[in-house]
Structures are given as structure tokens and as C-alpha cells.
């Protein structure tokens, strides 16, 4: 096989320059930095200072006379390839306007910038638009009716579950078939219809000269596969391909790297295995594993030394991921010194006492000098904030949700808790409008036409029951009927005092189809909504629920009226803000202190994850992105017991598989002392408290 070498141009600046790599990094760093030409696999843990080891690659490689257009950098978001090659810039003294030069950015960047050259190839002109989300949602409900799809025979995915399913049959390069009854099995005896859609989709695209986001790759592989003058072009321009975040690739992105990289075989790969958690997106922990098979030359290469988190925390992070069967083995080192403060365990009576917990502990840290900005509270699920975004409103801490938007404001929340104030309230006339419009077949003009003739009744939600409103809607069908019917069942009495029971009520009567049919995270909207009528039976009426709610959605910062956050917060800065965040949205991400919630088996890990056998050894990867996006301080919480409010039973709570997989003793274990009847808990003292392993359970 034809071996290429660095060119080294004359100079006598080049030692002084490697002086200068062995100052600002350290021995793992530096082997891959300096690494050979050929393949190479960096296995880079959390924290380790990988991006700046990529950074001096690059740098090390156009100061040894490769031509920065010969590199292509291929990154996870636009912004950390323009920081990378800003600094590279730094480093090589501005040479040849590097970050100008080298092909850096997100692979769907560089696939337009070659789709713009050779579009032509594929039937497109240069010229070709991209669709953003919303526009591809609006192309798709066309390609619908054009396909004579009948939605309203029967129930049919929306543009936004279709765009979800089709995105990840591309990116996993899987045929419709095969991704229906897996992620969709309700919608299984559709499957031919969605698959007509789906050709006539790209049909109409490439005759409108458009694509959307996934074309960008799909298109570029087609160029690289289909085209061979083309693919000589690159795989001979680009001498050296390198990939960040390797680990969250999907299999479309790693064939491209491969077909790229025939030529030269100078592939540089980056990424943790133990990070790869982006599998419900069709990322692939398969790339980075099947790597060596791909290039058996390949040289390994580890990134150990951890600059983020204290020894403490490490020592729990690394006892964990080791775990999982399939991984490449590695042990995080702690470059800093440890603070004598192991990570917490703190065992809750139940989720109120775990909310009141972290909320008493913020301030005190927040006493002791740490501010709100440097802590983040972590959770596997949406709504497993509830609690807590309940209690911080209360108290007036000031926070910002990453994972989405607050839990109230969120839209099937409101859809469902409209149809509580609609009965608890029966003029209230934005409920009326918002569940109107959830009617098959009633749109914008229905629904006012609808409320023009309820705001005129003495009881407007009598009038709907008893169908004197059914004139006001153009085209009846089994959708009316069935709203009518939702609504006797609400003001039944038994049903009308209790929340829970309505928002049961809701769910069983249309509602949970109507996720399916509308959202590509029903599962996940439907795990809030549950959890919300978990929450909801602890009111003995409708009313009570409703008014807290209101109360909570209308006050700004989460600060009681009246007050602002300075107020409560002894002059905080207004800006100072708590983070709360799925793990999922950490990535990536550090604070001083980490508080993760629910750490309770069937809350993390995910029941719905643990279907197949990758899914736990990717829960527990999420688990250790948890674990490490803290550096000073890490709190683990769960309650010890949740009541079913309905049947006003209390069931034990076990903590997580991944808490218990780790030796007690690398826990400091807390009791939670409470000044009221109830019994204070006590952390097990040797072998003889708590459950097993020496756990609180």
C-alpha cells in the first residue's frame, strides 16, 4: 500500500514550534497531535481536552506543509469548527487564512458546499433551496394529498411524525418498512401508504429543485458513490479527513467519512464511546466500535487525563461505565487535586421531599458564595422536573429549562389541562377554541363560528352536551360525536371533583391517538401527561388544581407575586439563573454542582429504553454523561416512596441499577432530618442499615 509522509517545509521555526506543543499539552494530547500520517481512533474521555488536541492537530499538520484545503474537519455543531479554527489561525501565526481554507463545519455544511459544485450530477441545479423544518412539514402534508391518502377514513401520521420517521430511515439507511413497526407499530398497516408518500416526496423535491436537511448527506453519498470523476476530486483533495464526536455519527455520515478517505486512508477519528447516547436521533455507537475493523492499521490513541471533575467524582464515573459489556476500556484520571467531598447520595422520603431537598440546597450553596449560573439540575425525563419546578416557583429561585420549554407551557399540557377549564370554567373562552381545534375536520372558521354560538348561552358546555350546538359545525362526523361524549363523561360527578380521573378521562377518550398521530416524542408527552394526573390526585377538586396552576404559569422567574427574584434572592442578579436539563441536553456541558433527580429504577433508566439489549448499555452511557458534567459537587436524589394518589397506596422505590452498581462507600450517604411528624431518614451505618449493597431502599 502507497504510505505519504508530512512535507516538511525548510525553516528553523519548526523545533521551537514543537517546544511550544509540548508546553501547552500534555503526553496524550500531544502523541495525537503529532500523531503519524495514517488512520487513527482517539478514544477521548469526558472532560479531557479532546477539542484542543484536534486543534493542534490541524495546526501541526498546515505548519508541516499540508495545504489547509487538503483538510477536512468535520465537527458536531458550525460553531465549534469556526472556535477550532480560529484558534489554529492563532497557533500558525494567520498562516494561509486557514480558517478560511480548510473545509471545517458539521458534515451537512461541507455536503452543500460540494452539492453546490456537482448538483447538476444528480438532477438538481446549483441553485437548489433547503427546506427548513417547517417548510419540509408543509411539503409532506402536499405530497399526502397528491398521494390520495384519505386521512379522514382513517388515521393518518402528521407532517411532523412523517418528516421524524423518514429522517430516520435515511440516516439509518433503512428502508420504510423495516423503521415502521419498530418506532411506529401503530401505524404498521399504513406502512404502504407512508412508503408512496415517501417516493412521491422525493420526487416532487428534486422536480422543485429542493432538498431538505437529510438530503444534504444523502445526496452527497449518491455523488461520491454514483459519480466516480467526482469522488476522485475529493477523496484526492481531501489528504487528511478528521471527525469529532465520532461516537454520534449515524451510519450515512460514516460511509461518507469512508468513501472520502479511500485514497489517502489519513483518517482521524475522535469521539467516546461512553458519550454515545443519540440513538433515538439513528446515531450509531456501531461506527466508532466497528472502526479497527475498517482500518485494521488504524493506531488507538487514549485522552485519560480529566481536567473537569474531582477525583471523587470520577472514581463513581468510572465504576459505573464499566458496566456495560461493549466499550473501549478506559479509566479517567483527575488532573485536579481532590476537595475531601465525595459525591452525595441522598435517599428522599418522597418526590416533594426530593424537590424541597434540591431547592434548600441551592440556596445554601448559593449562601456559601456558589451562584445559581454554576449549578444545574439533570433528568433523564421532562417531567420528572415537575416537582421540582414547583417548588423553585415557590420559593422564588429563578431558572431556565434547556430541555424544552417549562412544563406548564408545554403544548399537550395546555391542550389537556383546557379541557379541566372548560369545565371547571364554561366560559372560558380560550379552552374552548384550543380543544376545539384538536376536532378532526373543525378548523379556525368552525371553531368561531362554534363559540359565536355558545358565548350567547346561559351554560355553554350544557348546550354542547344536549347537541344544540351541532348546527355551528359544517362537517359532523365521528370526531363531534366523540367530543360530546368526552365532555358528558367530565361532568359526571364522580369525575368532575377529581383532576387525575379528568385528565384520564382525556387521555383514554382521543387524546393519547392524538399524540401518536401528531408528535414524533408521543411516548415521551405521554409519560408527562400521566405523571401530571400522578400529580394532579393529590387535589380534592378540580378547582384547587386548576388555581395553583395558574398561579405558577403566570409568575415571572418562578418568584411569588409581588416579589421579583431580587427580592427573594437577597439582590441576585436578575440573569443568574439555575439550569434545568434532560441529560440529553447536557452534553457537552459543565457546572460546579450537579444535582441528578429520580435516580430510581424504572425512572432512570428508562423503561421504554430497556426493550432491546443495546438500550440499557446506552442508559447507562447517559448515566456517565450525568455523572461527569459535574466538577466540584455531585447530588444523586431519589424518593423512597411514591403514592399512587387514586388508590392512595404507597409503593417502595428502589434506587437505580447504576446507583447500586457502585460500592457504598464511594457515596457519602445523607439523612434528611425534617422538623414535622414525619420520621427522619437515616443513611445505613455498616452492614446493618438500608437495603442491599448498603443502600437506603
Not at 479 to 492: C, H, M, P, Q, T
Not at 585 to 591: I, R, V
Request: glycine residues 6%; contains cysteine; proline residues 4%.
Amino acid at each position: 500500500m502507497k504510505r505519504y509522509v508530512i512535507k516538511r517545509p525548510g525553516g528553523t521555526q519548526l523545533p521551537d514550534r514543537l517546544a511550544r506543543y509540548r508546553e501547552e499539552l500534555n503526553e496524550e494530547q500531544l502523541a495525537v497531535a503529532t500523531a503519524p500520517v495514517g488512520s487513527a481512533l482517539v478514544i477521548a474521555g469526558a472532560g479531557s481536552g479532546k477539542t484542543r488536541a484536534i486543534t493542534y492537530r490541524v495546526a501541526y499538520l498546515v505548519e508541516h506543509g499540508v495545504a489547509p484545503a487538503r483538510v477536512m474537519l468535520a465537527t458536531f455543531t458550525n460553531r465549534a469548527a469556526r472556535e477550532m479554527l480560529r484558534r489554529v489561525e492563532q497557533l500558525t501565526g494567520g498562516t494561509a487564512d486557514v480558517a478560511r481554507r480548510v473545509w471545517g463545519g458539521t458534515f451537512h455544511r461541507i455536503a452543500n458546499l460540494c452539492l453546490r459544485r456537482h448538483a447538476e450530477s444528480l438532477g438538481y441545479t446549483s441553485n437548489f433551496s433547503i427546506l427548513d423544518v417547517e417548510d419540509a412539514k408543509d411539503f409532506l402534508s402536499v405530497c399526502v394529498d397528491e398521494a390520495g391518502v384519505d386521512t379522514k377514513a382513517r388515521r393518518f401520521p402528521k407532517a411532523e411524525v412523517l418528516q421524524d420517521l423518514i429522517s430516520f430511515a435515511t440516516n439509518t439507511d433503512q428502508p420504510i418498512s423495516d423503521v415502521v413497526p419498530r418506532r411506529y407499530p401503530y401505524f404498521e398497516p399504513l406502512t404502504q401508504q407512508i412508503t408512496r408518500v415517501d417516493r412521491l416526496y422525493m420526487e416532487r423535491k428534486r422536480e422543485r429543485n429542493v432538498m431538505d436537511y437529510d438530503d444534504l448527506l444523502l445526496n452527497w453519498k449518491r455523488l461520491l458513490e454514483e459519480r466516480e470523476e467526482v469522488a476522485r476530486i475529493y477523496q484526492e483533495q481531501f489528504e487528511h479527513v478528521l471527525v469529532d464526536e465520532y461516537q454520534d455519527t449515524n451510519k450515512l455520515q460514516a460511509e461518507i467519512v469512508d468513501l472520502l478517505a479511500v485514497r489517502h486512508r489519513n483518517v482521524m477519528v475522535v469521539g467516546d464511546d461512553a458519550q454515545s447516547i443519540f440513538g433515538f436521533r439513528g446515531a450509531s455507537v456501531e461506527g466508532i466500535y466497528e472502526f479497527p475493523k475498517r482500518y485494521p492499521e488504524a493506531r488507538v490513541f487514549r485522552l485519560e487525563t480529566n481536567y473537569r471533575s474531582t477525583p471523587e467524582i470520577l472514581a463513581v464515573a468510572n465504576v459505573s461505565i464499566a458496566s456495560n459489556r461493549r466499550q473501549f476500556t478506559k479509566t479517567l484520571r483527575a488532573a485536579r487535586p481532590s476537595q475531601g467531598l465525595a459525591p452525595a447520595l441522598v435517599p428522599c422520603r418522597d418526590a416533594d421531599q426530593q424537590a424541597a431537598f434540591v431547592a434548600s440546597r441551592l440556596l445554601e450553596l448559593r449562601d456559601e458564595g456558589l451562584a445559581l449560573g454554576e449549578m444545574a439540575v439533570l433528568y433523564r425525563s421532562h417531567y420528572h422536573s415537575l416537582e421540582l419546578q414547583l417548588e423553585l416557583t415557590r420559593r422564588g429561585i429563578p431558572y431556565r429549562v434547556r430541555s424544552g420549554m417549562r412544563f406548564f407551557e408545554q403544548a399537550h399540557i395546555k391542550d389537556v389541562v383546557s379541557y379541566l377549564r372548560l369545565v371547571a370554567n364554561p366560559r372560558d373562552e380560550l379552552a374552548w377554541k384550543r380543544v376545539l381545534r384538536l376536532i378532526p375536520n373543525v378548523g379556525a372558521a368552525t371553531t368561531n363560528r362554534i363559540w359565536e354560538r355558545l358565548q350567547l348561552a346561559p351554560d355553554p358546555l350544557a348546550l354542547v352536551i344536549r347537541g344544540e350546538a351541532d348546527a355551528a359545525v359544517s362537517k359532523r362526523g365521528a370526531g363531534w360525536s366523540e367530543f360530546r361524549a368526552l365532555l358528558e363523561e367530565l361532568v359526571r360527578d364522580e369525575v368532575r371533583q377529581s383532576p387525575a380521573r379528568q385528565i384520564e378521562t382525556v387521555l383514554a377518550r382521543g387524546y393519547e391517538e392524538h399524540l401518536e398521530n401528531s408528535f414524533e416524542n408521543a411516548e415521551a408527552r405521554l409519560e408527562d401527561l400521566r405523571q401530571l394526573a400522578h400529580y394532579a390526585a393529590r387535589y380534592t377538586s378540580a378547582d384547587e388544581f386548576l388555581a395553583e396552576l395558574s398561579l405558577l404559569s403566570t409568575e415571572r422567574y418562578g418568584a411569588p407575586q409581588g416579589l421579583t427574584s431580587e427580592d427573594v434572592l437577597e439582590g441576585g442578579d436578575e440573569d443568574e439563573l439555575l439550569t434545568l436539563t434532560s441529560v440529553h441536553q447536557a452534553k457537552g456541558l459543565e457546572w460546579r454542582a450537579v444535582f441528578i433527580l429520580w435516580a430510581a429504577d424504572g425512572k432512570f433508566p428508562s423503561p421504554r429504553s430497556l426493550r432491546d439489549t443495546e438500550g440499557e448499555e446506552e442508559e447507562r452511557r447517559l448515566w456517565y454523561v450525568a455523572l461527569t458534567r459535574a466538577r466540584d459537587q455531585l447530588y444523586i436524589t431519589y424518593p423512597l416512596m411514591v403514592t399512587d394518589y387514586s388508590s392512595r397506596q404507597t409503593v417502595l422505590q428502589r434506587p437505580s441499577r447504576f446507583v447500586t452498581e457502585v460500592p457504598p462507600d464511594l457515596y457519602e450517604i445523607w439523612s434528611l432530618e425534617e422538623e414535622s411528624s414525619q420520621p427522619a431518614l437515616k443513611a445505613p451505618e455498616g452492614e446493618d442499615g438500608g437495603g442491599p449493597g448498603g443502600y437506603v431502599n
